[in-house]
């Protein structure tokens, strides 16, 4: 009993002593860890600096009680001495685990020195100096102290890390290599626009994350200090702020030869009709020689438009005189070429916009140009501004169209204007607002092939008018030789002309086909083209003859014709030989006289072109040479449609107004004179409004929207033929003046002033919107087109965000170049929750080249403000200079827990085997177990 009593206090006293322990452990750990006022513990010893990091993980110290406690009751049979080692050795591996979590470190202190070589390599940047940094760089390497560390970046647009190819060798020969240097490239070679531009300070930002910790911080610029993005020296106070000295060698290679235009500088103001100058900086690195061409919008400036320059070296102000003749948006373009040695041509051509107010503006396209004077004549009276081309000089570009108000073509057939010019006026009138009238004429509407076309497409009327229908609007007779020189090919293609002309013409119109060689033969007599399978089978049947006589068929024909009731008559002659003349130009008169219109076409090289030419003058058609047998269809089939699908009407009539329109108050058309004719038309459905008609209610002039802008259908012409009585009418100077204003491109309600320019290759636009009563106008939806780069550049459309009251800004990055124009529309929410036009602002911005190409000569200066502002130094004396600590000393933290660690893994394995091996009492013999009963077993 006694015994059993004293096993139990010696219990009690050890679980005492271990909650003793616990809670001495527990108040240390309170005291000075959970309520030290620092979040990290730091004492010195011996002049060193220790800091424990993350002290809260030494809570892990407060398992020890743990295993001191279970000692007791440890089912071991070791000998007590080595109980209390291996008790000993887990608590020293909690305790080592608990300091490793902790992060015990000590400040040391170092000398080393870690260098960064930043080497510009973009395009500004010659061959002979890139080899100059190369020399540099292995002299570096070759030089530098054994616990140095050098590192390389290359830099252009965008800074790049250096490094040696993958698998090449490490080794201490290999650390004195410096590893290649080379422009920047794409992933295919390709240098592209890559070195395009120099960022010295995102080369610097870029170094910050490879020094090592524990060394000095040292930087190599080596570069012409040219920037086109960032800002080094502002970088430079935040290199220095972060313990970087930075040392710079500048490029003293000479410029390349490089000729650049900088820049095109005009007055604030310019005058319609005013001589101005244009100022051109023209940069050389060298003296040489070079042509300049001055372009505004698509020509050559009218005044000085070409000049040949001698450049010296430096910058050069090269003037040219130039002049406005019409109002609105003009750009001009300076190119450079034929110079002797250039090394970039992306900085020969520099464009710009400028904005030149006056009156409004109106291009007026007439096929005849020498009787464009009547109208030009009397808009000029009613203040506008007339540009009278012809149609070979219609603009190439929606740029240029842009600087007119209005625009009009006149009697101008369909090949005279290309299918790109079609597309311009749509979108001149759908995109910018703009107005167009389409004049006839004798080459209007479908007299001149405009049938089916963009043209008729965005005007009000229709161009295949079905004419009242007492009798057919066409009856036609195709003239054709069948001689034996026409066998094979031609023959061939004439009867599929022939064919075709069929099916182009009205189902009520008449068609006949007279063939000849020596007798003209009737294989398709006159009949309606609605027969066209039988048509087309009496053609098949036509088979070449012998001889050419051209004036019994031609008198077949109008020996038909003057039976043959029809409000247009025409006559088509093919043949490609010569025959006798005699008596064809009485018979023409006499078909004119007939009102029977004749066309010629010749085939080859081997015809009678006069004879030809004679017949189509006196017969009132036109006349066609046609080398190529295989066109031949495509002239019946144009000649038939400039014919059959608008016949002129030629007779006096009286104008009507049926609808009304502001540009008609105050003009009393009902004492307008009679006109002479017109080409009839048919009025497209609503919203198609028809303003005035002829006698017989046909559209003379009619009008529609088409997008943003007007289109008006005058389908009489303007000119001294069928308006020759117009011409002398008082009103004709208002009519046509009040149209203009009407429909010309209309400014919105309000304009806004845009500010814009290029900082940094971005483009910053802003606006300042006020009302009427000089408030500012809070909350709108601003959003911005940029347009470019001009000529036919895409759109581009982004917002403009309210950064101020009433100011709205925008700020994007223009990855091309050119000349780029800015529209913003302001626009305003309403109660519905449809957004409405407040204002529009206008701008325009030039980004003509990457800035890469602006300038050669080196910003020495900037160099050395960056290097001295860190306490470094242009043009360092050597290597040594450069890994010179000067008495500075980095002070870091060595981190220790790593130590701890690798001491806890040695613990735990000796306690592995403290508790697997006895090396205590060696002779001990194992207890002998008690067996069932209470019956001891035998001890083995």
């Known amino acids: 009993m006694s015994a059993f009593r004293g096993r139990r206090l010696r219990i009690a006293a050890w679980a005492i002593t271990c909650a003793a322990l616990g809670g001495i452990l527990f108040w240390a750990y309170r005291r000075y860890v959970l309520l030290h006022p620092d979040p990290t513990l730091t004492w010195v010893r011996e002049g060193v600096t220790y800091e424990l990091l993350n002290p809260k993980m030494l809570g892990a110290i407060l398992l020890a009680p743990w295993f001191v406690g279970v000692l007791a009751g440890s089912l071991a049979d070791l000998p007590l001495p080595q109980r209390v080692l291996s008790v000993l050795l887990r608590v020293a591996f909690v305790a080592l685990i608990a300091l490793g979590l902790s992060r015990l470190a000590r400040s040391a202190t170092t000398e080393k020195v870690a260098t960064i070589y930043l080497i510009d390599v973009s395009e500004s940047v010659t061959d002979e100096a890139l080899d100059d940094a190369r020399a540099t760089l292995d002299k570096a390497f070759a030089e530098k102290p054994e616990d140095g560390v050098i590192k390389v970046i290359t830099f252009a647009r965008r800074p790049r890390l250096a490094e040696r190819a993958a698998g090449e060798a490490a080794g201490r020969e290999e650390e004195r290599r410096a590893p290649p240097i080379a422009r920047h490239a794409d992933a295919n070679g390709q240098r592209g626009d890559l070195g395009a531009g120099s960022n010295l300070q995102a080369a610097l930002q870029l170094a910050y994350g490879l020094y090592p910790p524990g060394y000095l911080k040292r930087a190599v610029l080596m570069s012409d200090g040219v920037q086109t993005d960032g800002d080094v020296l502002a970088e430079a106070n935040r290199a220095r702020d972060v313990g970087v000295r930075l040392f710079s060698i500048p490029y003293r290679r000479p410029a390349p030869p490089e000729v650049a235009v900088r820049e095109l500088r005009m007055p604030d103001r310019v005058k319609v009709g005013e001589t101005f100058e244009i100022h051109a900086d023209i940069y050389a690195s060298r003296a ?61 051509r520099y464009a710009t916009t400028i904005d030149v107010p006056g009156r409004p503006s109106v291009l007026y396209v007439e096929g005849t140009p020498q009787h464009a004077g009547p109208l030009s004549s009397a808009l000029t009276a009613q203040q506008l501004d007339v540009d009278v081309r012809p149609p070979a000089g219609f603009p190439g570009s929606l740029k240029e169209m842009e600087r007119y108000d209005f625009l009009i073509v006149s009697d101008t057939p369909k090949e005279a204007l ?119 089978g009496e053609i098949a049947r036509i088979q070449p003859g012998g001889g050419t006589e051209i004036f019994s068929a031609l008198d077949a024909a109008y020996q038909d014709m003057t039976v043959t009731q029809a409000r247009k008559k025409h006559v088509i002659l093919l043949t490609d030989g010569k025959a006798s003349t005699g008596g064809i130009r009485d018979l023409v008169s006499a078909m004119i006289a007939e009102s029977i219109t004749v066309t010629t076409v010749g085939l080859g090289n081997d015809l009678d072109e006069q004879l030809l030419k004679m017949i189509a003058d006196v017969g009132g058609g036109r006349f066609h040479a046609v080398p190529d047998p295989n066109n031949l269809p495509r002239i019946f089939t144009k000649e038939t449609e400039m014919v059959a699908r608008a016949a002129a009407v030629e007779e006096w009539f009286p104008v009507t107004q049926v609808g009304d329109a502001a540009f008609l108050r105050g003009v009393d058309v009902r004492t307008a004179p009679n006109l002479h004719g017109y080409v009839s038309t048919k009025l497209k459905p609503p919203p198609a409004q028809e303003l005035l008609t002829s006698d017989t209610e046909e559209p003379i002039l009619a009008r529609w929207r088409v997008g943003l802008g007007w289109t008006l259908a005058w389908t009489t012409d303007v000119k001294a033929r069928w308006a020759v009585e117009w011409l002398r009418w008082p009103g004709f100077e208002k009519f046509w003046g009040q149209l203009v204003h009407e429909h010309m491109r209309q400014k919105h309600r309000r304009e806004l002033d845009m500010k814009a320019e290029i900082v940094d290759g971005e483009l910053r636009a802003s606006v300042d919107a006020f009302g009427a009563d000089d408030r500012f106008e809070n909350n709108l939806t601003s959003r911005l087109s940029i347009i470019g780069p001009e000529p036919g550049g895409a759109t581009r459309v982004v917002d403009m965000r309210q950064t101020a009251p009433g100011r709205y800004e925008t700020a994007l990055a223009l990855d091309r170049y050119g000349s780029f124009l800015l529209r913003a529309e302001h626009l305003r929410e309403a109660e519905d929750g449809s957004l409405r036009p407040v204002a529009v602002s206008y701008g325009h911005v030039s980004n003509p080249y990457p800035r890469e190409y602006a300038s050669f000569e080196p910003e020495l200066a900037i160099l050395e403000k960056a290097a001295t502002s860190t306490g470094g130094a242009v043009d360092p004396s050597g290597v040594a200079a450069i890994f010179d600590p000067a008495g500075e000393k980095v002070t870091f933290h060595e981190e220790l827990w790593q130590q701890f660690i690798y001491a806890a893994m040695v613990v735990f394995l000796l306690d592995l085997f403290v508790r697997r091996v006895r090396l205590f009492d060696r002779k001990f013999v194992a207890r002998r177990g008690r067996g069932v009963g209470g019956r001891r077993l035998p001890a083995t």
């Open 418 to 536: 290309s299918l790109q010019g079609q597309e311009i006026i749509e979108s001149y009138v759908r995109d910018l607002g703009g107005g167009f009238l389409f004049a006839g004429g004798e080459s209007g509407y479908g007299l001149g092939g405009w049938y089916r076309t963009t043209i008729e497409r965005i005007l009000p009327v229709r161009m295949d008018n079905e004419r009242k229908k007492d009798m057919p609007s066409v009856a036609m007779a195709l003239v054709m030789d069948r001689s034996g020189s026409m066998t094979g090919l031609p023959l061939e293609m004439a009867k599929a002309a022939a064919k075709a002309t069929a099916g182009v013409l009205s189902s009520d119109d008449l068609i006949e086909v007279i063939a000849f060689d020596s007798a003209p033969t009737r294989y398709v007599k006159m009949q309606p083209a609605r027969n066209r399978s039988r048509i087309a």
């Open 288 to 348: 040489t020689k070079a042509r300049a061409r001055l372009f505004q919008g698509e020509a050559l400036n009218g005044l000085e438009g070409i000049r040949d320059l001698e450049l010296k070296a430096g910058p050069n102000d090269v003037v040219f005189k130039s002049v406005v003749r019409i109002a609105g948006q003009v750009t001009y373009a300076l190119e450079l070429d034929q110079i002797a040695d250039d090394k970039f041509k992306e900085n020969n």
